[in-house]
């Protein structure tokens, strides 16, 4: 069964050191209790230290092939739920997204060579490498939300984090929150719930803006475009 989920993300030019609003942010507001022990966070790159490669599925952005750590994943958006209000003026697309994982030695046999960039092959592998840090809510039987450690894999509830990445030797960051799975009372309160986490966040509108909001598949079709067109120049 594929995992669905309900996000929101923003994506900036440069490494997350030129903006330190958001580092201070995500390490020190409280939205909601705490349950056991929550530390801050800390970066953390892939376990393999190695980064995520994703395939382009031509003339689309709603489709992603990636190879991560040792999985062949599969995401496909379902839904469009439009641009929305967070907190006091931060605007962003909310997008439902399935997403299908596979491991295994046969499956590493089938489809690791896809991502290996070998010649000959009828479609060029994108190499991000990711560090983040993340913090995550989960959805007690109460209908409440409650943080808990980052370590923790709830079954219902809401990830928030903040990952430095790196495409092509360029820096660029990126701010996302996700919610799963997508169910009626996640997808009821998630407005709600990201309005709370970003709250404290004093940064300027711009950065949170409508034009900067879209799932992975977009952003590196777009920044495919945007350096061939500064190639072609």
């Not at 840090?133 to 809401?158: I, Y």
């Not at 990830?159 to 990445?165: A, F, R």
Request: hydrophobic residues 35%; contains cysteine.
């Amino acid at each position: 069964m594929p995992l669905m989920s309900q996000e929101v993300r923003w994506y900036f030019p440069g490494e997350l050191a030129r903006f330190p609003e958001l580092r201070q942010w995500i390490e020190t507001t409280k939205p909601f209790p705490e349950e056991g022990t929550v530390r801050p966070p800390a970066f953390e790159g892939r376990q393999d230290d190695k980064p995520d490669i994703y395939l382009f599925v031509p003339d689309a952005d709603d489709m992603g092939l990636k190879w991560r750590e040792g999985q062949f994943q599969i995401k496909g958006r379902t839904s469009r739920r439009g641009v929305q209000r967070f907190a006091h003026h931060f605007y962003g697309a909310v997008e439902t997204w399935a997403k299908w994982s596979y491991e295994g030695d046969d499956v590493k046999h089938a489809f690791a060579g896809w991502f290996d960039g070998s010649p000959g092959r009828p479609w060029q592998p994108v190499s991000v490498r990711k560090t983040r840090l993340l913090r995550k809510t989960r959805l007690d039987a109460r209908g409440r939300h409650v943080e808990v450690a980052a370590t923790a894999f709830p079954d219902r509830g809401l990830n928030v984090e903040l990952t430095d990445l790196e495409i092509g030797g360029q820096r660029y960051c990126s701010l996302g929150c996700e919610a799963y799975p997508d169910d009626t009372s996640l997808a009821d309160s998630f407005v709600d719930v990201v309005s709370a986490w970003l709250e404290d966040l004093e940064i300027t509108r711009a950065v949170l803006a409508e034009h900067q909001s879209m799932g992975y598949p977009e952003f590196l079709r777009k920044r495919a475009q945007f350096q061939l067109a500064i190639a072609a120049k």
